[in-house]
């Protein structure tokens, strides 16, 4: 199977076309055509000669994402679903914000990680993304973005599947779309999520770049979180907050923690408490995102009173912990992550 247009970056343009006998300045055309001009089509890049685009057509392929679907909410969060060549599908999410438009990637079709809250475990997992299909994701975004002349101003690498275990493929994406030369997003404007694969945050950490990282962390020990999410039971919580700190130190950025607050299970005074002393030797490069749980047919997890919520952050904020309470958007398009593509599978099914 020929790789994907977007699986290379430029470096690997750079060396293919010197591999094909062509002159150098061919990758940083290739690359303008994929990127910046954003053709869908080999046959497009007319300053190339007609033997360099039969060559690229030879070894290399677009992405296919067939739209399946395309939701847009009274609060302007749009939700693609996409089926890729395989007929496997997969969901991005564009969110309007004020300060912009924020892209939500997928990294792998389904999920093996089993946090038993949320839509995009049912199934589990079937397969990685390559990073092209990664790219791709981000590519149509902008090019739906173009019609009115607005730009990704940024990318949560946070839909559906674990981005570290995906690791390579999510490395050389994050390469290609803050790269000057293609989609340039500013390496502060990414943010990649993940539930604790604790080999890969030391990884990560080792890599010095700037982009954002965010843990899932959801509980504030080791039995609730076990409960909660499996992956702790392969990566237990006192190994998960010392790859934590190791990142904060070695890196000095901010690390966020994702905490979904789900009715009764997490969100009492006694859980705020317990996370701020889990956290206070991380201060003050730590900050922690409530977010309310979404409600998902095939989950029984209720959401927290509102009260309930601000309570829990005027506990932490006491311990001097900046927390912010995530905005929900598209809930009215089943915008939480793999809500779609769970109803997909289901009518597939039929």
């Known amino acids: 199977m020929k790789p994907f247009v977007y699986d290379l970056t430029l470096d690997d343009w750079q060396q293919w076309v010197k591999d094909q006998g062509e002159a150098a300045f061919r990758a940083g055309q290739i690359y303008h055509w994929l990127y910046v001009k954003r053709v869908d089509s080999f046959e497009e890049m007319s300053n190339l000669s007609k033997g360099l685009r039969q060559k690229l057509d030879d070894h290399f392929r677009f992405v296919t994402l067939d739209e399946v679907g395309k939701y847009e909410s009274k609060d302007g969060t749009i939700k693609f679903l996409f089926e890729l060549q395989d ?19 997928t990294t792998q079709v389904g999920c093996r990680v089993g946090c038993t809250f949320c839509a995009s475990t049912l199934g589990g997992l079937r397969r990685n993304l390559s990073s092209g299909e990664i790219v791709a994701q981000v590519v149509r975004a902008q090019k739906l973005l173009d019609q009115s002349g607005e730009r990704v101003s940024s990318i949560v690498v946070m839909g559906i599947g674990e981005p570290f275990e995906n690791y390579d493929a999510t490395m050389s994406f994050l390469r290609n779309v803050i790269h000057p030369q293609g989609l340039n997003i500013g390496q502060r404007h990414i943010t990649v999520s993940t539930s604790g694969i604790v080999p890969n945050i030391y990884r990560f950490a080792d890599e010095q770049t700037q982009i954002n990282l965010a843990i899932s962390i959801h509980a504030p020990n080791d039995a609730l979180r076990s409960r909660l999410m499996p992956v702790n039971r392969r990566f237990p919580f006192k190994d998960l907050i010392e790859a934590c700190k190791y990142y904060i130190s070695k890196t000095g950025r901010r690390l966020t ?43 029984n997890f209720v959401r927290t009173p509102r009260e309930d919520i601000f309570q829990f952050q ?26 779609l593509r769970a109803k997909h ?4 099914a039929r």
């Open 314 to 339: 005027r506990i932490l904020e006491r311990h001097k912990i900046n927390t912010t309470i995530r905005r929900e958007q598209g809930s009215d398009i089943a915008a939480a992550c793999g809500q």
């Open 345 to 348: 599978m289901e009518l597939s």
């Open 257 to 299: 923690f994702e905490y979904a607050l789900m009715g009764g299970v997490n969100d009492q005074p006694e859980h705020a408490e317990e996370l701020a002393r889990v956290l206070e030797d991380m201060l003050p490069l730590c900050h922690v995102n409530l977010i309310p749980v979404n409600f998902v047919v095939e989950r």
């Open 87 to 105: 007929k496997n599908a997969i969901e991005t999410v564009i969110m309007k914000h004020n300060y912009g438009n924020s892209i939500c990637v």
